[in-house]
């Protein structure tokens, strides 16, 4: 009895044995196919996230673009905060963030309000850690639709990397500006035309805010006057000094001019500013490939007249519509 019972327990072993081995397969296969399924909704939505994180690059780099507006330099057309839509494709996009300008539809024309990298911007970091850092930066800058930015300074505040300004002088032009008016002289043409006369027989309808208002200037001249004296190591009257209000100060480019004017006379002997002033009646001259962006702000911008014309290949692109928020969406004009 117990040789047979032996006897069976040694083919029930050798029985499972075998049922282990050719089963051992599709085991496997089925614990495999339970762990799928655990993973699957996961595996789903990454590869959902990574379709679309694509989607937006592509997007945002080739087509179109979201910019948030840091300034208040294009006031009242463009108010701090407004987030825009900005067509990439029609200057030419980058083939890479930042490099590799591929050609465009057209060139930027006069009253074009466009984006382009600003001419001061200087990256945080030296060498490839510097490319490495704009390239990232510009990544996650468009694929959160402009609402995080990772270049900051020291101090926490944003790092204006792009401006958005408006075109007002193209290749061939020459722009001056008379008491804080633009005039024009455009390329092979002999007169000068007001920016707002030839604003106004086009329809253009955008407007030129002001904070400084025309019976200023006469205060801004004789502050700039005063202050050219004293350059030149005259006395200068309080009288004349107290002409000059906040306003009077905002406008730089009026008080440099009358400034120069002034040392002009009292030192001719000084060419630097004999040449200034000259370079500054003759207009500001902007090269061929290359435009002049002012701000419609006008006495509050940063724009052409303190870093010059601007290289068309720096241009990124046109401004579409505001589409944030909801009660100033509108295409942009």
Not at 52 to 80: E, R
Not at 204 to 211: D, E, F, M, Q, T
Not at 236 to 241: E, G
Request: with cysteine.
């Amino acid at each position: 009895m117990g040789k047979s019972v032996k006897k069976a327990d040694f083919f029930d072993n050798i029985q499972k044995i075998t049922e282990d081995i050719l089963t051992y397969r599709a085991r496997k296969q089925y614990i495999k196919k339970e762990k799928q399924k655990a993973k699957k909704p996961l595996v789903d939505w990454l590869e959902a996230f990574l379709w679309a994180a694509c989607m937006v690059l592509l997007l945002n780099q080739y087509l179109v673009q979201a910019y948030k507006i840091p300034t208040g330099s294009m006031i009242n057309s463009l108010n701090i905060g407004d987030h825009v839509f900005v067509n990439k494709n029609i200057y030419g996009p980058e083939l890479l963030p930042g490099f590799f300008k591929l050609p465009g539809l057209q060139q930027p024309k006069r009253n074009d309000v466009i984006v382009f990298e600003s001419p001061d911007y200087v990256s945080r970091f030296s060498g490839w850690m510097g490319t490495a850092f704009d390239i990232t930066q510009r990544i996650i800058f468009m694929l959160t639709l402009s609402l995080v930015d990772i270049d900051r300074n020291d101090q926490g505040e944003q790092r204006v990397h792009f401006l958005i300004k408006r075109t007002i002088g193209q290749g061939g032009d020459r722009l001056i500006f008379k008491d804080g008016d633009v005039y024009i002289k455009f390329a092979g043409e002999d007169r000068w035309v007001s920016e707002r006369e030839y604003n106004a027989a086009r329809g253009w309808k955008h407007n030129v805010s002001r904070l400084i208002k025309q019976d200023d200037y006469e205060a801004i001249a004789a502050f700039g006057k005063a202050d050219g004296w004293s350059i030149a190591g005259f006395p200068v009257s309080q009288k004349l000094i107290s002409q000059a209000s906040s306003a009077v100060r905002n406008d730089s480019l009026a008080v440099y001019l009358s400034r120069n004017e002034t040392v002009r006379k009292a030192m001719p002997h000084v060419k630097s500013y004999s040449n200034n002033l000259a370079a500054s009646r003759l207009g500001w001259y902007v090269p061929e490939g290359r435009i002049l962006p002012l701000g419609d702000n006008r006495d509050s911008s940063y724009d052409g007249r303190e870093y010059g014309p601007v290289k068309v290949s720096k241009v990124l692109g046109k401004g579409l519509v505001i589409f944030w928020p909801f009660n100033r969406w509108g295409k942009i004009i």
